[in-house]
């Protein structure tokens, strides 16, 4: 019922001559971005939660296969003049990927608990797990996105892109 008020008022306010009550319909965004909210909390810890165990496993991995890794960009350093200052920037990047890694994991299995057990610091802890796995593509893009438009607060809302002036 509120989403069917809030989007009737939305493109009330989109139509040229109409007027709606600005006070009702901030009220009604206010109810609308609070029940989104709570609405999707659990998601978000569930997702988190497991989103955040798949980034320890995959630092674990990298870490057990960092051998591998070695002799494999070694190989591709054969024919380059100096392969050891290249090497040591190697694992420069993947002591900070694997540090990434895990922090991302260990973020994101926090914020899951929190988004589960409703604690206070739940918001704070999945922004800023959501932040920092925005740069692994798809899972970490697609899970810190939807974290963002869920709980970044909804404060103004834009104008209608349509004014009254250009209607006419």
Not at 7 to 14: H, I, Q, S
Not at 96 to 104: E, M, Q
């Amino acid at each position: 019922m509120r989403v069917q008020y809030w989007v009737t008022t939305v493109f009330l306010t989109a139509l040229p001559g109409a007027r709606v009550d600005e006070r009702r319909r901030k009220m009604s965004l206010d109810q609308f971005a609070e029940g989104n909210l709570s609405a999707h909390r659990r998601i978000l810890g569930v997702c988190w939660l497991v989103y955040g165990i798949l980034r320890l496993i995959m630092g674990i991995c990298l870490v057990l296969f960092s051998g591998t890794a070695t002799v494999m960009f070694g190989a591709l350093l054969s024919r380059v003049a100096e392969p050891f200052a290249l090497m040591s920037d190697f694992h420069l990047v993947y002591a900070g990927i694997v540090v990434l890694t895990v922090l991302c994991g260990i973020l994101g299995i926090l914020a899951g608990l929190a988004l589960l057990a409703n604690q206070r610091p739940a918001r704070m802890v999945a922004l800023l797990a959501a932040f920092l796995s925005i740069s692994e593509i798809p899972f970490g893009t697609t899970l810190g996105i939807y974290t963002l438009v869920v709980l970044l607060p909804l404060r103004d809302v834009s104008p209608p892109i349509r004014s009254q002036k250009s209607a006419l």
